[in-house]
């Protein structure tokens, strides 16, 4: 063979190893660039459904928390008109008091002798029911009222504080 003809030889073993690796590069790359598209396409998937179930939970989180809202707010009405209707009655029980209307009285725990209380055998008019009583000064009932009054507000804030509590704990 000729020096012409082994170079050709070479020239042809190295053409076709060339063509060779290319042919088998683009082979895998396209192979693998198929199984990188499906993973990717999986991983998209997968992503998509996982973001799809935030939004169902954060959209049943809201649901939740404004049907909480929604009865938290009906228990402050609720404790809020318990609590103006005690004052309106105070201030009622206040004014009768104050123009006499009303008398607040103690039983006594044994008569004077000198017959300053009232007698066991009431009148006809009268509520009196068992011993002997003795009217209030005006000032220390209007007094006493004030005290039923702010303890009367004391048990509705504390049934509005359970009932909050209650109802932020209770799971629904």
């Given amino acids: 063979m000729s020096v012409l003809g082994v170079r050709g030889l070479i020239a042809a073993l190295v053409l076709g ?8 590069w683009a082979w895998q790359a396209n192979y693998y660039g198929k ?14 459904q996982a973001a799809v179930a935030v939004i169902d939970w954060q959209e049943s989180q809201q649901v939740e928390r404004r049907a ?14 318990e ?5 309106t009655s105070q201030a ?5 008091l104050a123009t006499a209307d009303v008398r607040l009285s103690v039983l006594l725990a044994a008569a004077p002798s000198g017959g300053g209380g009232l007698s066991t055998a009431a009148s006809a008019g009268s509520v009196v029911h068992g ?21 009367d507000q004391g048990l509705i804030a504390l049934a509005a504080c359970q009932g909050y509590v209650k109802e ?3 799971p629904k």
């Fill in 168 to 170: 932020v704990i209770t």
């Fill in 131 to 151: 011993g002997a009583r003795a009217e209030l000064d005006p000032a220390a009932a209007q007094r006493i009222v004030a005290i039923v009054g702010d303890g």
């Fill in 17 to 24: 190893f060339a063509l060779g690796a290319w042919a088998a």
């Fill in 35 to 48: 199984q990188m598209a499906k993973q990717a396409e999986a991983y998209g998937r997968d992503r998509e």
């Fill in 92 to 96: 009622r029980l206040r004014d009768q």
């Fill in 83 to 87: 609590l103006r209707d005690a004052q």
């Fill in 68 to 81: 909480l809202e929604d009865r938290l707010q009906a228990n402050d009405e609720t404790h809020y008109k």
